[in-house]
């Protein structure tokens, strides 16, 4: 059990490190995160909002990073990303046209899998929590080493999933009716 909380450790910590890296790169992708921040969440001030969800993100990844601090940034993981599951929903529900800047690059239109990417990042965190509570103690660098793996190909994927969307759904949405 205590590779599947290394692999969760390991892909959210990364995930959400390349997220504040890709908003904090510059002033214009701040700006850009914090522009898109009213269509995902409205009424709430979007400087606060975008301050609180970069220190948020940046709190999970010093947290998971330290084996005595995991239990908690798994947990924060998991709480943040269902907040952004919920966010993403309301706003498709609403009718909202928002764009995701989870990354800090380049803008897309929010979709229903934005809610099950974040649905199942979230899964990985909650079993990652329960996985970290149910057996925790070392690792056998072997395990570890394909541990790191795994979590180094949840990242890319969850990392460049818009570009996978677009490249799985968006050819069957052309197609002419």
């Not at 909002?49 to 970069?54: D, L, Y």
Request: charged share 15%; proline share 7%.
């Amino acid at each position: 059990m205590q590779y599947v909380a290394l692999t969760a450790r390991c892909a959210l910590g990364l995930i959400f490190l390349v997220a504040v890296a890709g908003k904090l790169r510059s002033r214009d992708a701040f700006r850009e995160f914090r522009l898109s921040v009213p269509g995902l969440a409205p009424g709430l001030p979007p400087m606060a909002t975008s301050v609180a969800v970069v220190a948020a993100e940046s709190a999970a990844v010093v947290l998971l990073a330290l084996p005595w601090t995991a239990p908690a940034g798994l947990a924060l993981a998991g709480a943040v990303l269902l907040a952004f599951a919920a966010g993403v929903h309301r706003a498709l529900r609403d009718g909202r046209r928002a764009t995701c800047r989870c990354f800090g690059t380049r803008p897309s239109p929010i979709g229903r899998a934005h809610v099950v990417r974040n649905l199942v990042l979230t899964a990985v965190a909650w079993g990652g929590l329960a996985a970290q509570l149910a057996s925790p103690g070392p690792v056998h660098p072997a395990g570890a080493v394909i541990a790191v793996a795994g979590a180094a190909v949840l990242t890319l994927v969850s990392v460049f999933f818009d570009e996978l969307a677009d490249l799985l759904i968006a050819p069957s949405a052309r197609i002419p009716r």
